[in-house]
T-cell receptor, first 115, second 111 residues
């Protein structure tokens, strides 16, 4: 049973560029959340997608956008990259409603370095 | 600003010793979760506590949720090198889909 898979695992970009990160949720899960984890910090909530809609958004600028596809997979896009965007980007999946809604399964993350 | 404050930030102990990690907030949470994260991996859920005063045991790990549902602790008995990792607490609140994480406690258990 595959867990949450993320790609790419590592990438290096320069300031001003754009990046797309991808996530496939755990089998049976329909909700995808994205978190940013800076070095030495806990994960910070970016947004959550459910039924192909952004259900909730954290305190991140509009440069951060996302999408959920009919197969529940998701993408995170970041435009106009800044040095401060360097972080581990974590995707977590869960069931959209009920007791399982906040039981998250995390992927291993995509490590983004902005130079 | 972190909604959940964890202490200590770092903890280094010898194998066989006990340790306690604390997670405190001024906010009330519907539930509180503890995760362990190892280098190069995502956080892995250890336990969820939902009732004020609840105590859950997972082998050598004991988790407690405060009576007012604002704080929690994780106690490890007879720590082993395999317990090494970043321990994160995370809380969720009513009508809120996100988890709010603490900054984490890095635990190192020396053999």
């Amino acid at each position: 049973d595959a867990g949450v898979t993320q790609s790419p695992t590592h990438l290096i970009k320069t300031r001003g560029q754009q990046v797309t990160l991808r996530c496939s949720p755990k089998s049976g899960h329909d909700t995808v959340s994205w978190y940013q984890q800076a070095l030495g910090q806990g994960p910070q909530f970016i947004f959550q997608y459910y039924e192909e809609e952004e259900r909730q958004r954290g305190n991140f600028p509009d440069r951060f956008s996302g999408h959920q596809f009919p197969n529940y997979s998701s993408e995170l896009n970041v435009n106009a990259l800044l040095l401060g965007d360097s972080a581990l980007y974590l995707c977590a999946s869960s069931l959209g409603a009920g007791a399982g809604a906040n039981v998250l399964t995390f992927g291993a993350g995509s490590r983004l370095t902005v130079l | 600003t972190q909604l959940l404050e964890q202490s200590p930030q770092f903890l280094s102990i010898q194998e066989g010793e006990n340790l306690t990690v604390y997670c405190n907030s001024s906010s009330v949470f519907s539930s509180l979760q503890w995760y362990r994260q190892e280098p190069g991996e995502g956080p892995v859920l250890l336990v969820t506590v939902v009732t004020g005063g609840e105590v859950k045991k997972l082998k050598r790990l004991t988790f407690q949720f405060g009576d007012a549902r604002k704080d929690s602790s994780l106690h490890i008995t007879a720590a082993q090198p395999g317990d090494t990792g970043l321990y994160l607490c995370a809380g969720d609140r009513t009508n809120d889909y996100k988890l709010s994480f603490g900054a984490g406690t890095t635990v190192t258990v020396r053999a």
